[in-house]
DNA sequence: CGCTTACTTCAGAAATTTGTGAAGTTAAGG
DNA sequence: CCTTAACTTCACAAATTTCTGAAGTAAGCG
């Protein structure tokens, strides 16, 4: 096998990983660009890419990774280096980090939550909507507040399985 | 206050709040229709609508109402009853019944994890990038065993705050 | 049985979203 | 300072999604 052989099939195992995990993020709600740069940053070897690697692997113009980093950047999924003495920019996903944002679904809670105490409160506490929507307003206090704890049981968790790291 | 003014003024309490709730889920990444039907579900004092009272107060034809429902049944926020002799049906937010459906972002995680084990084999386990994506399927097989224990207290919560219904 | 009402399906018009090329901005390096 | 490389912004074309009206199907009722 020569050298350049092995190093295609490996580019087209990494490609078919980073579509195909993709796809599963944009069926779950997400961007279909911030979904293939995320993915492409989380299965190169560095944890990291820059503006150039991503445009070719992804075949997507400058414009295109741009904002897709801008988006992922805003929502902490990914943050962004400068590299010393170029100005050249590197994006890369930050072990931890990046789990910590996706709990940070918290906002998206939060802004559940303000919505629904204004339910409660226009449609009155005491009629029978209310009181569903109290209950659900209840549903997501209750799981906000689980989430911190769920968050610090994974971090012991993880020092036990991936320790000496 | 006439009574019609009183009832129009309610009306569009519920109209206001159907509609910012759904915007919420809808910036999620829920689709608009099956967003705006389930809130106007869940502030209706019964807890459920005909399909003509969607139509009538979200001002979709028919169609839309019919395919929000098929979507929303098909995930479990929603159970569509026939209302006995009449071919009328009758779709219901079933109190419990739909934040177990969204607890069962499970079938989300489960497929989120099919993908990254496929990616941890075909990059190589031994590889950095192979590290990094077994960790986040950690993370993910570690969230979805949380998660049943998570409802469990839910439910166990629940009782206590609104025991006596 | 046929009429009628309630829901569903489907083709296509309309609206929205997405990604690009091109022009603009910033900062490194002579 | 001027040049140039790296990123960003923006207007618009293309692709996709969404919603509708119209036609289709099914089931209650006379």
Redesign the interface.
């Known amino acids: 096998m020569t050298e350049s052989a092995g190093r295609d099939r ?1 580019e087209e ?2 490609s ?2 980073v579509e ?2 993709a ?3 944009v ?4 961007q279909r660009m911030p979904a293939r740069v995320f993915a492409a940053l ?6 990291s890419m820059t503006s150039a690697e991503l445009g070719e692997q992804l075949r997507i113009s400058p414009a295109a990774v741009s904002g897709a980093v801008r988006y992922l950047a805003q929502t902490h999924m990914v943050s962004r280096e400068r590299e010393p003495g170029s100005r050249r920019e590197r994006y890369r ?1 930050h ?1 931890d980090q990046w ?1 910590e944002a996706l709990a940070n ?1 918290d906002a ?1 809670l939060k ?2 939550e303000v ?2 105490r ?2 409660v409160t ?2 009155g506490a005491d ?3 209310g009181r ?2 109290s ?2 307003l ?2 997501f206090e ?2 906000e507040s ?1 989430l911190a704890e ?1 968050m610090q ?2 971090r012991v ?2 020092e036990k ?2 320790g000496q790291e």
Not at 27 to 30: C, D, L
């Open positions: 490996n195992a990494v078919r990983f195909s995990f796809a599963q993020l069926e779950a709600g997400m989380l299965s190169s070897d560095a944890g996903v072990g789990y679904r998206v802004r559940w919505a629904l204004d339910g226009s449609l009629t029978p909507a569903r929507i209950e659900t209840a549903f209750f799981m689980e769920l049981r994974w968790h993880r399985t991936f």
